[in-house]
């Protein structure tokens, strides 16, 4: 059974002016009364307002001149949603010390004491949430239900101590814990038991199931003003006169349908903490505590029978500020000494701040581990353990230096054309599939050792057209040949431009190249080949034109 936390912050654009201290002074966010404005309907609304507005009687979505009337001395500047979701967006990064698994509350906004008007961040209301998928997390706290009392004591109080009004609920299902955490009047209310959602959410107000507006009103006329009225309801009037979302949501809150939430990011495959009970600093310790992380790592790896590609480390300074730093390797990897190496590459970019109170070292890419390295072109040799050479750790190096993108590696393309039998890639692309290298030798004809990046023109001399040729000039040198060996066919990929960019001929046979493997009376051997057909045009020249396309050994 899953546990879910909805984390509720009701004054987050007010929270972010008192702790930022913008205009006009943090003090008239935390003593007088005050409130966002934004424009809506073609006046000005108050969107969030603080305890002492609405106190006085202020609510979000009131006009600005009947706030004014009300409050002549209140505070007010204009409202940003977009600094309000930068906002939350680094709270749910800050949440990762908890779960990997955070959402920006995607379930609906809490709704303003009218009951009308929905509220979101940067929207009437100014709040926001986030959704927590805790599921196997709360061993870390405690074991059972007192585990999982202790995380949410634990998230509340130190997102107390950065100034946030927060409240967070945990329940088997998202759509409870939502409810509980903006409508449960006791403290005690907000942790939801296993299996008791039905009882929990009883004798909620009908708001928590994130109705729509007409619906919702609807409901309140009729008396249904607790989620446990709808319990007894014969559910096929209740779905012909309302349709399905009140069933649906009743449903979602109570567990018996699933309601999918994504979260921001994928949670990574295996991750490990170290928490500290003094915040540490130097860079001497962190690399320490990322060496204890990196083992305990690797030997999850070792349990499961992968190795990484991807490491990514985040260290949770005491201010609430979170820095990230990763590495990648060309290879699965599950070596410590080797990936600390790469490691310490990395850790001093990383700032520590007033102290760091915890590390969380996860690996978002993995795959399965072979324990050596492609062979080498000698099909016949033995496989060579991985990194044995250096070649592995010379590549990753390079690529934490130079970046990713600049560190490229061979891969074989699937294409008969010389020029786009293989493509340079990232060296943290994953490498090709065995026998792929074994398809492109298996082509017809040998290769050559080195192929030009472009062809280049060269004039022949053969004795009959179709012949192999005799004679071939290149760069002002003259080539006596010796020895030829062809041709070898190949026909043009008609649906590419060609390279000197023209395209074969729409609906005619595609053009085709005759290569030859040459000797000439130096030793030197060339592949050269005849661009088409042999043909005469109307002025008396052949149209086909013959290329130096690369070196034999």
């Known amino acids: 059974m899953k546990r879910i936390v909805s984390l509720w912050f009701p004054k987050l654009s007010t929270d972010r002016l008192a702790r930022t201290g913008q205009s006009p002074t943090p003090r008239d966010w935390s003593a007088r009364s005050a409130a966002t404005v934004v424009w809506h309907d073609g006046c000005p609304r108050l969107a969030a307002v603080n305890g002492h507005a609405r106190a006085a009687g202020l609510r979000p979505h009131m006009r600005l001149a009947d706030a004014r009337a009300l409050l002549p001395d209140l505070v007010t500047t204009a409202g940003e949603p977009q600094a309000d979701r930068r906002l939350i967006e680094t709270i749910a990064n800050w949440c990762d010390r908890y779960t990997p698994w955070v959402a920006i509350d995607p379930l609906g906004s ?161 991750r490990t903490r170290l928490a500290f009970a003094e915040p540490i600093g130097r860079p001497e310790d962190i690399a320490a505590a990322t060496s204890r992380l990196l083992a305990a790592l690797c030997r999850q790896f070792e349990q499961a029978g992968v190795g990484a590609r991807k490491l990514k480390i985040a260290l949770y300074r005491v201010d609430g500020s979170v820095d990230r730093t990763s590495i990648g390797t060309s290879r699965p990897n599950r070596d410590n000494p080797r990936l600390m190496k790469l490691f310490e590459e990395k850790l001093g970019e990383l700032d520590a701040g007033f102290g760091v109170e915890l590390m969380i070292l996860g690996a978002p890419e993995v795959e399965a581990w072979s324990g050596t390295q492609d062979a080498l072109p000698d099909q016949n040799a033995p496989a060579v353990p991985a990194g044995i050479d250096g070649t592995i750790d010379l590549a990753d190096r390079l690529a934490l230096r130079l970046g990713t993108a600049n560190v490229v590696r061979l891969l074989p393309r699937d294409s008969h054309l010389p020029e786009r039998v293989q493509v340079a890639v990232s060296v943290g692309t994953k490498p090709a599939a065995t026998g792929a290298w074994a398809r492109v030798a298996g082509l017809k004809g040998a290769r050559p050792t080195r192929l030009l990046q472009r062809s280049e023109p060269v004039d022949v001399m ?72 042999y043909k005469v045009a109307a002025n008396g020249q052949p149209t086909a034109r013959w290329f130096l396309h690369g070196f034999c050994a």
């Open 110 to 270: 809490a709704i303003a004491e009218e009951g009308t008007e929905a509220c979101s961040a940067g929207g009437f209301g100014g709040d926001a949430g986030l959704l927590l998928d805790v599921t196997g997390c709360t061993h870390l706290f405690g074991t059972g239900e007192a585990g999982e009392r202790a995380l949410l004591a634990d998230l509340t109080q130190r997102l107390s101590r950065h100034d946030f009004a927060c409240r967070a609920a945990m329940a088997d299902t998202a759509g409870a814990a939502w409810a509980l955490a903006r409508f449960a009047e006791r403290q005690a209310d907000l942790f939801c038991p296993r299996h008791s959602q039905r009882a929990a959410l009883a004798g909620l107000p009908v708001e928590g199931l994130r109705l729509d507006a007409p619906i919702l009103e609807t409901f309140l006329k009729l008396g249904l003003r607790r989620i446990g009225d709808l319990y007894p309801m014969p559910r096929a009037p209740l779905a012909r006169r309302f349709g399905d979302q009140p069933l649906a949501r009743l449903d979602q809150a109570l567990g018996t349908l699933a309601e999918p939430i994504e979260p921001r990011r994928p949670p990574p495959a295996f």
């Open 462 to 533: 053969a004795p009959v057209p179709d012949d192999p040729p005799r004679h071939f000039s290149w760069r002002q040198h003259k080539h006596r040949i010796v020895r030829a060996e062809g041709p070898e066919r190949i026909a043009d990929e008609w649906w590419r431009p060609r390279p000197d960019g023209s395209r074969p001929p729409a609906g005619g046979v595609p053009l085709v190249r005759d290569y030859y493997r040459v000797e000439d009376d130096d030793g030197g051997r060339f592949w050269l080949f005849r661009d088409g057909a």
